[in-house]
């Protein structure tokens, strides 16, 4: 049986931690983004020719607001919960960036459809990391239960939809954890997107990783590039001069 707890909701816009030009709305008891988030957003690749980008669960939206800044294309961002996607809606018309940024609510299941096949040249996610047990049990409120856990969507959902969705030769960059990699490489290749790219997060060098960041390519050639790690911590506790250049702050 799943348990959730129920929260009051209290909304407040805060910039995007690092990017003074950007401000996002979010919901102290709701799920925030996190430095996961913004690796990705720094992480994927954007081609000139590129088009259409599109970020799946989007949540309150801070992927998409990040990728405007990296470029000037349509961006779209999905997401399933009302709650998050009307704070996204928010952050877009208060960053003024209505004709770029489109947000649309709706389970990503639900995306793929003709109109939608093989329309985006790049996608991205940052998708729940956790696998359902029968008996999980939730010390959480549902918006973070459904973004941290495998509820609505799981891995293979994920992929199966950003197959449909992307152009040939289109990117496909997820972020998730290291635990899960052969899993996920495993989804790549199944999905006709070869990896390409893929890099380890680690907060100090002599520490695990945290996050591993992949990109591939839909029907892409063989061939995968192993990225330097990104270290956030030198050993005095100080931020590396990687961290640095994102500007950020993150909530953990």
Known sequence: MLNFQLIKKMEVLNDILGYKNRKIYQDTDCFSFSLDSIMLANFATIRKRDKEIVDLGCGNGVIPLILSLRSQKHILGVELQSRLSEMAKKSVSYNKLDDQIEIITMDMKDFVSSETDSLFDLVTCNPPYFKVCENSYFNLNIEKVIARHEVSINLSDVFAVAKRILKNNGNFAIVH???????ILFEFRKSNIEPKRIQFVYERVDKEAILVLIEGQKNGHVGLKVE????????????????ETLCVEVRK
């Not at 954890?177 to 899993?183: A, D, G, K, Q, V």
């Not at 330097?228 to 961290?243: C, Q, R």
């Open 177 to 183: 954890r290291p635990e899960r990699l052969m899993e």
């Open 228 to 243: 330097n790690p990104f270290i956030l911590y030198n050993n005095d506790g100080g931020k590396t001069s990687e961290y």
